[in-house]
């Protein structure tokens, strides 16, 4: 390998799990199923020398780095085990955070995918052999410094597998997220959106507390989330809350920190109201009403009318004048 060289195995191991995703997008054999146990062709970093497979060298990806211009190159295995010949097609995809924050693929590559080349896009692989395949990677001129993942991605045989790429474009970087449209969902779990502003590449550590009108009622300490978080990337996540108040007016705040100094926090306010109890409670309060009113108009209904004689317009004839 010429100017492109793997770095920090351990403080990379997401790009392990793009890999692994890359396997499950393409729909290879899912370990411990029958299918697994037949022989298939896997597409791996090349391990450099000798017949043993790249697997075994340990190296899960593979990481290039250089400066706008410059032109990286390396290698990847493809490995035929089987007792057939094997044809397969080789093409570059950009990385991707899918809406949930899991690793994916974009649709149509327009970053790294689109700056690699292979020296054979497509490559016919003998019965139990092994080809290695050279691509170049050619960073513009113009490319923006830090992370900028991506894959190389091989289909043939009625399958697909890929090989993750990270590949960091020399210059100034920058680790910044934002958290944004905290809401309380369900009254039982805690969403929340949180974007990567920076140029590299960012495992989120979420911190959550929550205050009501007596005290606090969720304090939930830093610990680091399955997710990474690619540059300008916005990904949606929930937190659940299996304890929520059922009432009370609460003041949720959502902190999520990452390294290299990236911190963001966003609140909310929530109110927890038994609806179910109270509609009960006012549904029973109608009836008894209702039966009140009933009641009053039942019994005025029973009475006889009150009659008030006339007086009448008659003298009594013994008050007229000149009676003796």
Sequence with gaps: MTRARERNRGRHGAWALLGAALLAWGGAEVPGTAAAATPTWTLTPSAGGGSR???????????????????LEDKVAVTNPTTRPLTVTLRGADAD???????????????????????????????????????????????TPGDHPGAILASGGGRDAGVSIRLRVSGPTLSALTVEHVRVEHGDSIAYDVVNRGNTTLTPRLAVKADGVFGTVLDKRARTLPVELLPGRRVTLTEPWPGAPALDSVDVKVTVTAGGGATGSATATARFVPWGALGGGLAVLAGAGCAASWYVRSRGGSRRPLRIPLLSNRRNPSTQRGTP
């Design 97 to 143: 955070n899918r809406t949930d924050g899991a690793l994916g693929l974009r649709r149509k590559a327009r970053d790294t995918g689109a700056w690699i080349r292979f020296a054979e896009r497509t490559v016919k692989v003998p019965a139990r052999t092994r080809a290695e395949v050279p691509f170049t990677v050619t960073v513009p001129t113009g490319a």
């Design 53 to 71: 497979p790249a697997a075994d060298d340990g190296r899960p990806y593979i990481y290039a780095e250089g400066t706008p211009g410059t032109v």
